[in-house]
């Protein structure tokens, strides 16, 4: 599945490795997806790029997801989830510079990570203006709905409405940061004619905010035990 992925057609593919995997496969799902990715020769041409979501900065994972892939070919990007500060941008930062310095751009043949920080709680959207500063390396922002919606006991509509504040915040500030990136809410349901409409009609309204990506849809990828889905973004 994880070769399978590379026949896709895409501006983005993610491999997750937060919250499809256990605790107890995080080391192997880590050491796999390194393995596949050692194994590339390059990027496939109809991917745009090849991203990794790494575990959140509080838990104990982010750091060796980061030490073990940072400097892995072909990753153009780490997807950080759950970011609540400027802090969590500045760890990440000062990480890939240590464990991948020629990834970290000293020099003029280096290739920065870029980095794309998941907004999912209210601490977060209040605190946009200290996280888009906080890296030279951020490219972009993806709203996480569901996240977001728990944090504050929300109830998802077909409307949207209740996420008018955070989605206008999270692209203003992408705009006001000059950001490459401001990537909508995910489409929970696009399957069949009625969910292809809402898809559509989803894709319109996060153009017309100014959202310039969705993530539209995610599969699993299994690799023995161990699961790595993958995110598809399309712009």
Excluded at 71 to 91: L, R, Y
Excluded at 116 to 127: G, K, N, P, T
Aim: hydrophobic letters at 40%; one cysteine or more.
């Amino acid at each position: 599945m994880l070769t399978k992925s590379l026949s896709l057609t895409s501006d983005n593919v993610t491999y997750d490795l937060e919250d499809s995997v256990t605790p107890a496969n995080k080391g192997p799902a880590r050491t796999a997806l390194r393995e596949h990715l050692a194994s590339l020769s390059s990027r496939p041409s109809s991917i745009g790029e090849l991203a990794v979501r790494i575990n959140a900065v509080e838990t104990p994972f982010a750091l060796q997801d980061l030490t073990t892939l940072a400097s892995a070919p072909n990753i153009d990007a780490i997807v950080i989830p759950k970011v609540n500060s400027a802090s969590d941008m500045t760890f990440v930062t000062d990480v890939i510079r240590h464990a991948a310095p020629n990834r970290h751009g000293s020099s003029p043949d280096a290739k920065p990570l870029k980095l794309i920080a998941l907004i999912e709680s209210a601490r977060a959207v209040m605190d946009l203006r200290s996280i888009c500063a906080a890296s030279p390396y951020l490219s972009g922002l993806i709203f996480a709905a569901e996240d977001f919606a728990l944090d504050l006991s929300l109830t998802r509509t077909p409307s949207l409405k209740e996420f008018l504040y955070a989605r206008s915040a999270i692209v203003t500030a992408a705009r006001a940061f000059e950001l490459p990136s401001a990537i909508d809410l995910v489409c929970t349901s696009y399957k069949g004619e009625e969910g292809l409409k809402r898809l559509e009609e989803e894709c319109k309204n996060g153009r017309e905010m100014g959202f310039n990506g969705k993530r539209t849809s995610s599969f699993c990828c299994r690799l023995k035990s161990h699961t790595v889905p993958l995110f598809l973004l399309s712009s």
